[in-house]
């Protein structure tokens, strides 16, 4: 039964859930904003588990609580789901509008996800002095030069803020470069014979000068993150001078079975 619904623009999901902590009720707080949805599960006024469609617990439910735009609606049923989140609601909401200012904070500082995090010091001296909590430094070992943030995040389980804030902390104390090393191409089929196999991908030599400039590939380029339609892909890459800056040349039957049409733009970036 429905009996509470309405628009996050004529009231906050704030003060939705601070209302249904209140009067103590049971049920499904459904909430859409855009192409995403998610859902609060309240059992006697407590905010017990949280989905969205990328996450589950308490992480989903800050995602849902940052949303200012959409819909919701509040369902009154038995919930019977398992119980993910233990914090009282008024203490859920003052962690919520606490990383709400620290991503206003740290996206003004890494303001692209897109954009690869580089520590400049070795493992030993990288963290020497520095202060960190046991989840940032779990984090650390995926700033390896190659993932960008959002990378991190998913190879970490972490959150946009957790990961954010360990580049901070690194990025403060000049131990961290930002690079945006991506590089955006048009797929051209790969020209082979019989002493030249299609088993590769080859782009422009200038391309390995651009690249090589930067620290974490300074030893040589042998893979390339190729990021197309379907999402990211790595294969093997040879540099060659014949071929122009913004041009990718890849077989046939590769371009084939990611169904890229020649003249596709597709976006690229080195890999480990």
């Known amino acids: 039964m429905s009996n509470l619904r309405g628009t ?3 009231i906050s ?3 939705v859930a601070q209302l249904l902590h209140v009067n103590r009720k049971t049920g499904m707080l459904q909430v859409s904003s855009g192409k995403v949805s998610g859902v609060l599960y309240f059992s006697q006024g407590e905010v017990i588990h949280a989905e969205t469609l990328s996450t589950k617990g308490e ?3 800050f995602e849902i609580l940052e949303w200012v735009i959409g819909h919701f609606e509040f369902l009154t049923t038995q919930v019977q789901v398992q119980a993910t989140i233990r914090r009282t609601v008024p ?3 003052m962690d919520s509008a606490r990383l709400h200012d620290s991503r206003k904070r740290l996206t003004g500082m890494f303001p692209r996800m897109t954009a690869v995090p580089w520590p400049t010091l070795p493992g030993h001296q990288l963290l020497e002095g520095l202060k960190l909590f046991s ?3 779990r984090i650390l070992p995926f700033f390896d030069g190659y993932r960008d943030f959002q990378d991190v995040m998913a190879a970490s389980g972490q959150h946009d803020v957790a990961v954010l804030q360990a580049a901070a902390i690194l990025k403060d104390a000049g131990r961290l470069e930002v690079l945006e090393p991506d590089a955006h191409v048009t797929v051209v089929p790969l020209k082979t014979g ?3 196999k299609g088993d590769r ?3 422009a030599k200038a391309m390995e000068g651009w690249w090589t400039v930067l620290g974490p590939y300074r030893e040589g380029i ?3 993150r190729v990021i197309w339609p379907s999402g990211p892909a790595v294969e093997r890459v040879e540099f060659v001078p014949s071929l122009p800056d913004n041009q990718l040349a890849m077989p046939r039957e590769l371009m084939q079975a990611w169904g890229l049409a020649e003249g596709a733009h597709v976006k690229v970036r080195p890999a480990p």
Do not use: Q, V
């Open 8 to 10: 996050l623009e004529s």
């Open 13 to 15: 999901l704030t003060d």
């Open 59 to 61: 992480s989903a439910a």
């Open 91 to 93: 203490d859920l909401l």
């Open 135 to 137: 989840e940032e430094r």
């Open 194 to 196: 019989l002493f030249k």
């Open 201 to 203: 991908l080859e782009l």
């Open 222 to 224: 042998r893979n390339l």
